[in-house]
């Protein structure tokens, strides 16, 4: 596995990932957008924000041995599961500032790259994601990207602002979620050279794992909405939100559902 040299940015481990959130890489939920990428025997593709690597592997199986695959994580833990999951070409690297090593990659050479449910996590520069993108994809190369939207985790976000709130908290301040409308996204993308093919809003109920919503926020909120708070707090914070919650995403029978909202596109970056 490469390395950059960057921190590990470890907002949570591998195995909770994929306990708590295996359906983001699943079957049900990534055919569209691994129907829309396609990859070809041949080509060269970097999969940013890929994770433990299980849509990886499927795009290096795809690409076989004349083509060439590259995973980038900020998370050095789900690397490690990705390598183990049998991703063969690593870069640690938070993907707003993408420096990839120059004996693994030779500037602009990929023909596509590709973003499953990563984006959204990328508020403080989703500009920096683009400029990346273009040092490494030839002119002419595809952006393929599912991303959370506008809309996405709705009623579950204005509880964490509400409930931080109540404790006398700025959730302004700790809010890491970016999830932008077409209208923003398309113009973002534009501004940055591309030509936008398609884009949407995708709703999509999702049933949640495990424990049902005090998981999903233990995995996507302790770490990163509450990582300055003690787990006394952070546990108050979370049960507060759980109850608010469950009157809309708890049903009759006791199962937990979310409202994700996806940002799907496809963009082609013009010489």
Known sequence: ?????????????????????????????????????????????????????????????????????????????????????????????????????????????????????????????????????????KDGGRFICEMGGYLNCTGVRLSLHRVLRKHGLEPEKVDPWYFPSVREYRKLLENAGFRVNSIALVPRITSLNGDGLRDFLQLFVRGTWLKALSDEDAAEIMDEVTQMCAVDLKDAEGNWSMMYVRLRFSATLQS
């Open 1 to 137: 596995m490469q390395a950059t040299g960057q921190t590990s940015r470890e907002d949570y481990r591998a195995n909770d990932y994929n306990k708590t959130a295996s359906f983001v890489y699943s079957e049900e939920f990534t055919s569209p957008i691994f129907g829309c990428l396609n990859p070809s025997e041949g080509d060269r593709i970097i999969d940013l924000g890929c994770g433990s690597g299980e849509l990886t592997v499927k795009i290096q199986d795809a690409v076989g041995p004349k083509g060439f695959v590259v995973g980038v994580d900020c998370n050095q833990d789900m690397l490690e599961k990705a390598s183990e999951n049998g991703v063969r070409n690593l870069v640690l690297c938070d993907i707003q500032d993408l420096h990839t090593p120059t004996d693994l990659i030779e500037g602009k050479s990929f023909d596509a790259a590709f973003s499953n449910a990563a984006l959204h996590w990328c508020k403080q520069s989703p500009s920096g994601v683009l400029d990346g993108i273009k040092r490494v994809l």
